[in-house]
């Protein structure tokens, strides 16, 4: 595994990381403050598609490399992406001094309707309540978008609460929670211009 980079800079919140197990191997980065760019090919194509979503709409700019047992199936690499981008997430925002810290979206994707709330406090957290009408979206199973997330939130920090108010699409039902989950993170990780640096807590810190 590489050695840990260098922690951000106060101008640009940037983290890049590498993780190679017996399963997995990924690299990603990410910089809080692109304009949406990915490059993303992790070997599972819906997991590609929905990544791609999550940079476009939270103004992130992430490339995500992985190779992975996929010969088994698709759960090592899509948990150990997740498990990636939330320490790269967690390493980019530092003590999150200035940032709005809570962010909420509610995004539909035609029938379908998804409502995400994120809260930076460095207090790991998955509240999950998203039903799926088919075990799979093409190749993928739809029981990975959980795992997904609570491998992102617990390796960010986050308190994440995913829910979906309607839909039967699955392929719609998961984009719309990406994408939900992008604009929440996007709102809760931008400079908040009256904090002036403060950390948003009455502790004085986030946890974790």
Same mark, same amino acid.
């Given at each position: 595994? /590489?050695?840990?980079?260098?922690?951000?800079?106060?101008?640009?919140? +940037?983290?890049?990381?590498?993780?190679?197990?017996?399963?997995?191997?990924? $690299?990603?980065?990410?910089?809080?403050?692109?304009? &949406?760019?990915?490059?993303?090919?992790?070997?599972?194509?819906?997991? /590609?598609?929905?990544?791609?979503?999550?940079?476009? %709409?939270?103004?992130? @700019?992430?490339?995500?490399?992985?190779?992975?047992?996929?010969?088994?199936?698709?759960? %090592?690499? *899509?948990? /150990? =992406?997740?498990? =990636?981008?939330?320490?790269?997430?967690?390493?980019?925002? &530092?003590?999150?001094?200035?940032?709005? +810290?809570?962010?909420?979206? =509610?995004?539909?994707? @035609?029938?379908?309707?998804?409502?995400?709330?994120?809260?930076?406090? &460095?207090?790991?957290?998955?509240?999950?309540?998203?039903?799926?009408?088919? /075990? #799979?979206?093409?190749?993928?199973?739809?029981?990975?978008?959980?795992?997904?997330? $609570?491998?992102?939130?617990?390796?960010?920090?986050?308190?994440? %609460?995913?829910?979906?108010?309607?839909?039967?699409?699955?392929?719609?039902?998961?984009?719309?929670?990406? #994408?939900?989950?992008?604009?929440?993170?996007?709102?809760?990780?931008?400079?908040?211009?009256?904090?002036?640096?403060?950390?948003?807590? *009455? #502790?004085?810190?986030?946890?974790?």
């Amino acid at each position: 595994m /590489d050695a840990s980079p260098p922690a951000p800079t106060a101008a640009r919140r +940037r983290a890049e990381l590498h993780r190679a197990t017996a399963e997995t191997d990924i $690299r990603i980065t990410l910089d809080l403050d692109g304009s &949406g760019t990915a490059e993303v090919a992790t070997g599972i194509g819906f997991l /590609d598609h929905m990544l791609t979503a999550l940079a476009r %709409h939270a103004l992130f @700019d992430l490339t995500v490399q992985a190779r992975g047992d996929l010969h088994i199936d698709f759960h %090592h690499t *899509t948990e /150990d =992406v997740g498990i =990636v981008l939330g320490q790269c997430l967690r390493r980019a925002l &530092g003590e999150r001094r200035g940032v709005r +810290r809570f962010g909420h979206a =509610v995004v539909p994707m @035609d029938e379908a309707l998804a409502e995400c709330a994120v809260d930076l406090s &460095g207090r790991p957290f998955l509240a999950w309540s998203v039903p799926f009408a088919r /075990d #799979k979206v093409g190749e993928m199973d739809t029981e990975l978008f959980e795992e997904f997330f $609570r491998a992102l939130a617990f390796n960010a920090g986050l308190t994440l %609460h995913l829910a979906l108010k309607a839909g039967g699409n699955a392929h719609h039902v998961a984009e719309a929670c990406f #994408k939900a989950a992008a604009r929440a993170l996007r709102a809760a990780c931008e400079p908040d211009p009256r904090a002036a640096g403060a950390i948003p807590s *009455t #502790k004085g810190m986030l946890e974790g």
